[in-house]
T-cell receptor, first 117, second 114 residues
């Protein structure tokens, strides 16, 4: 149980395009999902907390207009990297926590490797 | 401020020998502690968690960790390493009352040699 699916797993696109990444909780409902960024050989950095039916909460230094988050249902959150540039290339990972139990651990997707040419 | 320190960036062991990955934390109150494993180009998989119950926590794949409040440590151990254990391991703290924010250690890369 507690499976989180992330799609796509790998994206290569040209500079200036927008890229949408989906994060789905397959067998549970998640009021709250999280988006992380991971640079090579480094730890995870929390970008934002995605709340179903409301605006996301962004961490300091993360551009809201650059990284658009939508959490329209209890099983789906999307991250859109707008007008992507090479410096946005990274590994993006989402996680989700069971609704109604804030003491539960976060369950992570397999990540999306984004490469901007 | 809360923080997590993984004392070794790289650990190398031979297959069949014990594994010890060290983690120290700093937290004002009783935190929840986790160990996650990450295989290449994959997300994080939960190995085990401590949430103020038994101090010795058993996880998946034969891993266990002991919460020692006096030493502010949560070291991860396994009696006998397998080749498949080679991966990146993250010690993670969730401060008391901080249900959203996870604080990640820098990670320890475990190599297992035949």
């Amino acid at each position: 149980g507690a499976v989180v699916s992330q799609h796509p797993s790998w994206v290569i696109c040209k500079s200036g395009t927008s890229v949408k990444i989906e994060c789905r909780s397959l067998d549970f409902q998640a009021t709250t999902m999280f988006w992380y960024r991971q640079f090579p050989k480094q730890s995870l950095m929390l970008m934002a907390t995605s709340n179903e039916g409301s605006k996301a909460t962004y961490e300091q230094g993360v551009e809201k207009d650059k990284f658009l988050i939508n959490h329209a249902s209890l099983t789906l959150s999307t991250l859109t990297v707008t007008s992507a540039h090479p410096e946005d290339s990274s590994f993006y990972i989402c996680s989700a926590r069971l609704t109604g139990n804030s003491n539960q651990p976060q369950h992570f997707g397999d990540g999306t490797r984004l490469s901007i040419l | 401020a809360q923080s997590v320190t993984q004392l070794d960036s790289h650990v190398s062991v031979s297959e069949g020998t014990p594994v010890l990955l060290r983690c120290n934390y700093s937290s004002s109150y009783s935190p929840s502690l986790f160990w996650y494993v990450q295989h290449p180009n994959k997300g994080l998989q939960l190995l085990l968690k401590y949430t103020s119950a038994a101090t010795l926590v058993k996880g998946i794949n034969g891993f266990e960790a002991e919460f020692k409040k006096s030493e502010t440590s949560f070291h991860l151990t396994k009696p006998s390493a397998h080749m498949s254990d080679a991966a990146e391991y993250f010690c993670v703290v969730r401060p008391s009352g901080g249900y959203n924010k996870l604080i990640f250690g820098a990670g320890t890369r475990l190599a297992v040699h035949p």
